[in-house]
């Protein structure tokens, strides 16, 4: 998930900002699906192992080349399935037709981030790589990504099992660079709706560590929050660190900014309407006594509608500009602000939403779906392949990834459960895989039905 908060989540007293329509779900006493003693067997026998691969050899946006040559090689090994590589820069898409019938896309993510594992596991990556940006990072499935790409897979072996069942086309996309917010707007501009062919929906899910293993939830509306990326540069005057009468002390100034960026939130955003500035990361300076000439600030800006979004970005450029001002640099030298990386709020589709949840709970139980609940202002690119002008409904869901157990554990005092993005983070693998490939397996099944 992009770009969430690296924290610790005690899943205990986690508030909700938003609680989100479910409507009744499904049967009271429904049994499992047929179908699922077959994900299970592929689970021993396959699955287990391909997560574990994942997991052991995570890659970061734009970078993940094995991942992608090993997600075309599992696909193509799905009978029927045509596939290209190479989407968006290292996105694949593979197609399984079945005769006429609506088209049906299934999305998952396949990136890593720059952050050194230290969740404890046995299969705790170790990997560094060269990113995007040229710089050598360590590099984990700090956001389940892995879980993903895994599931992927084993849905589409369970529907080309099942073609007595439905007719129509699924459009598997194997996405990079989710974790930049820039794979999916890549794979669209390289020709996703126009190359292959263009679905009536598209499907999604993302693991998630607030919630218990066994469970699904899916809004029916607002899944995720838009995320921009806002790079500020303040710049300063260079001197002496014993004589700063003569320069401009961009550390200093920076340093009223980070403050001053709150008070968009405290006191400009309404208070009902939901919105994040966190600063992320400052770079500057190179010496003691050295006054910079610079200080770079990475910041992550959130909220749930672009009306706020837009409010918070514009007041992020005059706070900074105000900042400059107010501490004497000239015209030229006032901070800069760039947004760099952005996506827009993600939304289900409410009618899709309903049918899905409900259809989902009928295959697998009404206990498993559950409420929505928008704990955080996390953020997916998904919005990217259901963009308005598309015309395509999206129902993007939610499977539990934590075993109740270590929930349990928390609630009593013990380890607090690490938040996605943590070094931490870790999810319970074979419930989340199988309960993914299930789900969605009921999704395009009930929406392509024979």
């Known amino acids: 998930m992009a770009v969430m908060n690296s924290h610790n989540l005690r899943i205990a007293g986690a508030a909700a900002l938003v609680v989100l329509g479910c409507t009744s779900i499904g049967s009271p006493a429904a049994a499992k699906p ?63 037709k079945n005769g006429a019938g609506p088209v049906v896309l299934v999305r998952a993510d396949m990136d890593g981030l720059p952050v050194p594992e230290r969740s404890g596991l046995p299969n705790a990556s170790t990997v560094k790589q060269v990113g995007v940006d040229g710089l050598e990072m360590p590099v984990m499935h700090a956001c389940g990504h892995d879980v993903h790409i895994t599931s992927l897979v084993g849905t589409a072996r369970q529907l080309a099992r099942m073609k007595d069942r439905w007719k129509g086309t699924v459009v598997f996309i194997v ?46 509306g607002i899944q995720y929050s838009s995320a921009d990326s806002v790079d500020i540069r303040v710049h300063g005057v260079a001197t002496h660190g014993a004589a700063p009468h003569l320069g401009k002390d961009p550390v200093y100034i920076a340093s009223q900014l980070v403050v001053a960026l709150q008070g968009i939130i405290s006191r400009e955003k309404g208070p009902l309407d939901p919105g994040v500035i966190t600063v992320g990361a400052i770079h ?26 837009d409010k918070l970005i514009a007041s992020i450029e005059r706070v900074s500009k105000g900042v400059g001002i107010a501490n004497g640099l000239p015209d030229d030298k006032l901070p800069t602000v760039k947004v760099t990386e952005t996506t827009p709020v993600t939304v289900n589709d409410a009618a899709l939403a309903r049918r899905l949840n ?11 779906v559950v409420p929505f609940r928008q704990t955080n202002m996390g953020a997916e690119d998904f919005a990217f392949f259901v963009d308005p002008s598309f015309g395509i409904p999206g129902y993007y869901f939610a499977v539990g990834g934590t075993n109740p157990a270590w929930i349990d554990a928390a609630k009593k005092g013990g380890p607090p459960i690490a938040g996605h993005h943590s070094p931490l983070f870790k999810i319970d693998p074979e419930p989340s895989v199988r309960l993914g490939v299930e789900a969605m397996t009921a999704a395009v099944l009930d929406l392509l039905k024979a």
Do not use: C
Request: aromatic share 8%; net charge negative.
């Open 284 to 309: 500057g300076g190179q010496k003691h006594n050295i006054i910079s000439e610079f200080v770079d600030l990475q910041v992550t800006v959130r909220a749930n509608s672009q009306e706020v979004r």
């Open 175 to 220: 996405q990079p660079a989710e974790e930049r917010v820039g794979g999916a707007d890549a794979m669209v501009k390289d020709g996703l709706y126009t190359r292959f062919p263009k679905p009536n929906y598209a499907l999604a899910f993302h693991v998630a560590a607030e919630l218990p293993t066994g469970k699904i939830s899916a809004a029916e």
């Open 358 to 368: 409900s259809a989902i709970g009928n295959a697998l139980g009404k206990e498993v």
């Open 34 to 96: 047929d179908y699922s003693e077959s994900i299970k067997a592929d689970y021993d026998a396959s699955l287990g192992a391909m997560w574990d691969h994942f997991h052991r050899n995570p890659e970061l946006s734009f970078r993940e080349y094995k991942t992608a040559e090993r997600m075309a090689q599992e696909l193509r090994a799905v009978p029927g399935m045509q596939v290209t590589e190479k989407v968006g820069q290292t996105g694949v898409v593979g197609v399984l």
